[in-house]
């Protein structure tokens, strides 16, 4: 798992969310986490002014038939951003990458001198 500000998502929670509270514009705020997911290896799929869904596929994993595929939803309303897994909650290699990927954005953030709070993964309201 990563050892950054945020850890990888507990396997036993299904569609595991964490939020983050960012003292920087949500323009920016999202462009530096589709940036980060992207070098951890997610691709956006949909993108529009409140957030992005990102996929990563595991490809060896998708040809020997068995998962491979990670998509996470990230939204941001106000100062908070919500990260949501939309699909592939067990999928390992997903969930160390997005991890990253989400540990470098705070630390990115932080350097540009933006606050940044992260809540633990959980799962969604009932």
Same mark, same amino acid.
């Given at each position: ?36 997911? #992207?070098?951890?290896?997610?691709? &956006?799929? /949909?993108?529009?002014?409140? @957030?992005?869904?990102? =996929?990563?596929? $595991? !490809? ?39 991890? #990253?990927?989400?540990?470098?954005? &705070?630390? /990115?953030?932080?350097?540009? @001198?933006?606050?940044? =709070?992260?809540? $633990? !993964? ?5």
């Amino acid at each position: 798992m990563s050892r950054g500000e945020v850890s990888g998502w507990p396997t036993d929670i299904w569609r595991p969310q964490l939020t983050m509270r960012v003292g920087a514009p949500p323009g920016t705020t999202l462009q530096v986490l589709l940036e980060c997911l #992207d070098a951890a290896g997610y691709r &956006v799929t /949909e993108r529009d002014e409140h @957030g992005f869904r990102a =996929r990563r596929v $595991a !490809w060896l994993d998708r040809i020997m038939l068995e998962g491979g595929t990670t998509d996470l939803e990230v939204r941001a309303t106000g100062a908070d951003v919500l990260v949501r897994v939309a699909k592939g909650a067990g999928e390992r290699g997903g969930r160390t990458r997005a991890a #990253d990927g989400l540990s470098a954005a &705070v630390e /990115e953030l932080r350097r540009r @001198g933006s606050p940044v =709070r992260t809540t $633990a !993964w959980g799962p969604p309201p009932p």
